[in-house]
């Protein structure tokens, strides 16, 4: 299913750094000591809104996009756009089938008949092809242009068009258009099981998904850029992002900034942050040199996915170990801290359990590729 390579590919160190530190958030609010106590920060909104842990998602793809740059810009004149192609489509198989199988393996009492479909592989999964496609095939200005019309279009498809069966246009958990269509085509049984109405990565969602990853591509192009300097590129680069921020807080007024929804505003809002970060990781560890507090991202931003899929395994088998009949939880911090304290000492350790798992992979130089 994967294979490890035995040297390092050249890599922009700022982009591993800032999808490491992203991965390293991603495994904190994923994995709480105890789901009934959590600081607020590290929650999901909600429903409208945007907290630190919002961020999380939408700054992975806007990565995914900087990423295809650097991994095909070399490529795409010497290199058959089908081979890229069918190589794309065979990783996007891949990560469509990863989180399946482990929800086999951990569920095995529901099998097939209420697989979740939907879900964070896979939505980066559909945003990596589409945005390797769309790379491949088109120029700047046409993937400017598709950028402008999926975030128009989706705004009028949730705020114009009637939903069936509700008979208006709204933007509710469980009667927007997106929650009709997931249910129409997945059916009730394979949505979020929290719900079974309405999943946070459906279907209509990947549209405004993929023109996040565009927002990489973009600021992924004017990094490649060699005829600007690098104080200029940084520079534009936060003038963007701020614009981009500024222009999705605006669109909040009357279409809100939800993460579940994936709306126009959310993705010019996390993808100005995300600009504002890279752009701010990128002078300082590539322009003055700051390199000696990188390593410990490097070391997740460099096996990003498999990080994120070990995520998924390692606390589940850390919760089976029983030390005189109580869990690692329950013996080690539970009885000697607060409820939310506990439980946020608990993730990170789990995000330390993590780290020690991809730095043995890091200094043995195995990348491990889709």
Not at 32 to 46: F, Q, R, V
Not at 73 to 79: P, W
Not at 84 to 102: E, G, M
């Amino acid at each position: 299913m994967t294979s490890a390579i035995t040297e390092k590919p050249k890599r922009l160190l700022s982009l591993d750094v800032f999808r490491g530190i992203t991965i390293a958030m991603m495994i904190l609010v994923n994995d709480p000591g105890d789901w009934g106590h959590i600081y607020a920060p590290l929650e999901h909104s909600k429903w409208n809104g945007c907290t630190p842990t919002d961020l999380v998602f939408p700054f992975f793809l806007f990565m995914v996009g900087v990423s295809v740059i650097y991994a095909m810009e070399s490529k795409k004149a010497t290199v058959s756009h089908s081979k890229l192609i069918l190589k794309a489509l065979r990783r996007t198989v891949i990560l469509l089938l990863i989180p399946w199988i482990t929800q086999l393996i951990f569920r095995p009492d529901t099998g097939l008949a209420h697989l979740r479909l939907p879900g964070v592989l896979p939505r980066i999964a559909l945003v990596y092809f589409i945005s390797t496609v769309l790379y491949l095939k088109t120029s700047q200005k046409t993937r400017d242009w598709i950028f402008a019309i999926a975030l128009i279009g989706y705004f009028i498809i949730m705020t114009f068009i009637p939903v069936p069966g509700v008979g208006y246009a709204n933007l509710e958990p469980e009667t927007n258009m997106g929650a009709w269509i997931d249910r129409l085509v997945f059916t009730p049984d394979h949505l979020w099981r929290e719900s079974h109405t309405w999943d946070p990565e459906g279907l209509l969602g990947t549209i405004p998904a993929v023109a996040t990853a565009l927002f990489g591509i973009r600021v992924g192009s004017w990094l490649k850029r060699r005829d600007r300097d690098d104080n200029i590129k940084t520079n534009w680069m936060f003038v963007y992002g701020i614009i981009a921020v500024m222009a999705g807080l605006f669109w909040d007024l009357f279409f809100p900034i939800n993460k579940a929804l994936w709306t126009s505003s959310f993705v010019l809002y996390t993808g100005g942050l995300a600009t504002i970060g890279l752009a701010l990781c990128y002078w300082l560890i590539d322009i003055q040199g700051y390199k000696r507090f990188t390593y410990p991202f490097v070391v997740f931003g460099a096996n990003a996915i498999t990080a994120y899929v070990l995520s998924g395994f390692i606390p589940h088998y850390m919760g089976m170990i029983k030390i005189n009949g109580s869990s690692i939880y329950q013996t080690f911090f539970a009885p000697y801290f607060s409820p939310v304290n506990a439980s946020l000492i608990s993730a990170i350790f789990t995000v330390l359990i993590l780290w020690v798992v991809m730095w043995v992979l890091y200094i043995k130089k195995i990348f491990i590729k889709i």
